[in-house]
């Protein structure tokens, strides 16, 4: 069955630190990756995407992520977090299957930011 | 968790026939949800945000008048796209925030205009 998960529910770092936020995909078919940011009362926001190609994306605010096919996993690191960053962060894995274009969300990972 | 539904999850209609998705969230009150849509390969595009009692708000660039977003009751809103036409065929996301503003999302509608 097709899946995503985000195993951290909640992560807490301090600002100038390191992130890093976990995505694990089951999916049957080649997989199209995202990271989507939503912060408080606002729509979603794409941070980056994964189709083909250099499995290393660059994306917006300083994110990137990496795709690793042999762990079905697409994480997103930034090296050092601002305060602006405390958001919820969304992974989502889309693809067509059985001619039908579906997406698939993660549950979310609020990420807080200690002064 | 919470669980918010679309309805319906697949739709086909005719060029210049109106359509109307619905978002319910199931078990939790939303006073805002936020319509999406998706063409394959791309990212999703926040259309509008939907406000209980009020007028949606509208992203730069959607037509109001094309896509009527109706958010009647605290669990669900309605969007119409109206006088279909192909290039509307795409893959519709609806998403309603929880009081603690955990973002849960509907399964999406397919729609494809003929």
């Known amino acids: 069955a097709q899946s995503v998960t985000q195993p951290d529910i909640h992560i807490t770092v301090s600002e100038g630190a390191s992130l890093e936020l976990r995505c694990n995909y089951s999916?049957?078919?080649?997989?199209?990756l995202f990271w989507y940011v939503q912060s408080p009362g606002q729509g979603l926001q794409l941070l980056l995407k994964?189709?083909?190609?250099d499995t290393l994306v660059q994306g917006i605010k300083g994110f990137e992520a990496e795709f690793k096919r042999s762990q079905s996993s697409f994480n997103l690191r930034k090296p050092s977090v601002h305060w602006s960053d405390a958001a919820e962060y969304f992974c989502?894995?889309?693809?067509?299957?059985?001619?039908?274009?579906?997406?698939?969300w993660g549950a979310g990972t609020k990420l807080i930011i200690k002064p | 968790g919470a669980v918010v539904s679309q309805h319906p999850s697949r739709v086909i209609c005719k060029s210049g026939t109106s359509v109307k998705i619905e978002c319910r969230s199931l078990?939790?009150?939303?006073?805002?949800m936020f319509w999406y849509r998706q063409f394959p390969k791309q990212s999703l595009m926040l259309m509008a945000t939907?406000?209980?009692?009020?007028?949606?708000?509208?992203e730069q660039g959607v037509e109001k008048d094309k896509f009527l977003i109706n958010h009647a009751s605290l669990t669900l809103s309605t969007l119409t796209v109206t006088s279909a036409h192909p290039e509307d065929s795409s893959f519709y996301i609806c998403?309603?925030?929880?009081?603690?503003?955990?973002?849960?999302f509907g399964p999406g509608t397919r729609l494809t205009v003929l």
């Open positions: 939907s406000n209980e009692g009020s007028k949606a708000t509208y």
């Open positions: 999916y049957g078919a080649t997989p199209y």
């Open positions: 998403s309603a925030p929880t009081v603690n503003n955990e973002q849960f």
């Open positions: 994964y189709f083909s190609g």
């Open positions: 989502a894995v889309g693809g067509v299957m059985d001619s039908n274009y579906q997406l698939i």
């Open positions: 078990d939790f009150q939303a006073t805002t």
